[in-house]
């Protein structure tokens, strides 16, 4: 049932907030999605407008928060005194008859190296392990996109498999890594550590 009050709550890491996206975000937003090699990898295109930007923020957050989906929230350093949005991180139902979510996360190139990613989806993923009923939150890589799947690795999802030549992504057939992590190994804490192997 739609609930159109409902917002992500915020939520707070050592060095970051998450906190639901608003429209006056749009321009912190811009800034990082109209950048060629933000996107390089992704399924949305470069934004070229801000136009671009404010029709991302209705057809994703501002749809998904009545579903009660956290997908996506703004990523901010706390030691930023401009509090701008530098990325988003998000999970949203693929199934929720199957218990099924799926991460997604963009970072400010800037900003690429400093584990602010890890950092923030592992604040969603316990968000969501606790509050949902959840039992498989997924990632979904593109060939070539090897850091993000450190990321997946460093949270802990298992590389599963890789469906090849699935998607003609800006006229190239590209692989697709599915990365996985199920609501026992979560909750295992050993998990969370995985990154020192990984
Ligand atoms: C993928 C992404 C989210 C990673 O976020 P992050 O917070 O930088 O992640 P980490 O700091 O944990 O670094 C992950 C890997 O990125 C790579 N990396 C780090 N700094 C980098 C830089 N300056 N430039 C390019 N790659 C870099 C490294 O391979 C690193 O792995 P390592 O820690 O084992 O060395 C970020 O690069 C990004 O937003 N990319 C563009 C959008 C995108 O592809 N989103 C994912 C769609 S599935």
Redesign the pocket.
């Known amino acids: 049932m739609l609930n159109l009050d409902w917002k992500p709550p915020t939520l707070e890491t050592p060095r970051l907030i998450l906190r639901p996206l608003e429209e006056s975000d749009a321009p912190d937003i811009f800034l990082y999605a109209s950048n060629p ?6 399924l949305w295109e470069a934004h070229e407008t801000i136009d671009d930007t404010l029709a991302f923020l209705g057809d994703y957050p501002f749809t998904r928060y009545p579903n009660k989906e956290p997908d996506p929230v703004g990523i901010i350093l706390k030691d930023d005194p401009t509090r701008s949005v530098i ?1 988003t991180v998000g999970c949203f139902w693929v199934s929720r008859k199957d218990g099924v979510m799926e991460l ?4 400010a ?1 800037p ?8 950092e923030a989806a592992r604040m969603l993923l316990d968000f969501v392990f606790r509050e949902y009923q959840v039992n498989r939150v997924q ?4 060939g070539g ?4 799947g ?2 997946a690795c ?1 949270l802990g999802m298992n590389h599963e498999g890789t469906l090849r030549a699935t998607l003609l992504h800006r006229g190239n057939y590209v692989d697709v890594h599915y990365y996985a992590l199920l609501r026992g190994e979560w909750a295992d804490h050993a998990v969370k550590e995985a990154d020192k192997g ?1």
Do not use: H, P, Q
Not at 111 to 118: A, L
Not at 139 to 142: E, K, S, T
Not at 145 to 148: E, L, V
């Open positions: 090699n933000v996107t390089r990898f992704t990325g997604g996360y963009n970072l190139e900003y690429w190296g400093r584990g602010i990613i890890v990632a979904r890589v593109l996109n090897d850091a993000s450190r990321v460093k990984c």
